[in-house]
């Protein structure tokens, strides 16, 4: 089975910042890519960003020049750098990652379990 487990999350004030972890276990043949999205109350859950197995990434307007997404391949681990925070990027953040665990197996997202962030105000 996979698993995704992230950590890192928690409580920051405006202008602090935070580092998400992501790490994927189980029977991984291969990824696609690995990613972030973020769900807030009342709405839905949006694309933060993603980095592609050869490293290509995408930020929603939103974080660009904040948030830096990284990986660690040797150890199937995605990491969200999360500077400059602001009120509006309370959520709960998920990890996902869409890889197939075979070489004859279809692509599948999965998903963690979700970590919450919160940034007073």
């Known amino acids: 089975q996979v698993q995704l487990v992230e950590s890192g999350g928690g409580l920051v004030q405006p202008g602090g910042s935070l580092r998400l972890s992501c790490a994927a276990s189980?029977?991984?043949?291969?990824?696609?890519?690995m990613g972030w999205y973020r769900q807030a109350p009342g709405k839905e859950r949006e694309l933060v960003t993603y980095?592609?197995?050869?490293?290509?990434?995408n930020y929603v307007d939103s974080v660009k020049g904040r948030f830096t997404i990284s990986r660690d391949s040797a150890k199937n681990t995605v990491y969200l750098q999360m500077n400059s925070l602001k009120p509006e990027d309370t959520a709960v953040y998920y990890c996902?990652?869409?890889?197939?665990?075979?070489?004859?197996?279809?692509?599948?997202?999965?998903w963690g379990q979700g970590t919450q962030v919160t940034v007073s105000s």
């Open positions: 980095i592609t197995s050869v490293g290509r990434t």
């Open positions: 996902n990652a869409h890889a197939r665990v075979g070489p004859t197996a279809t692509y599948t997202d999965y």
């Open positions: 189980g029977s991984i043949f291969s990824f696609v890519s």
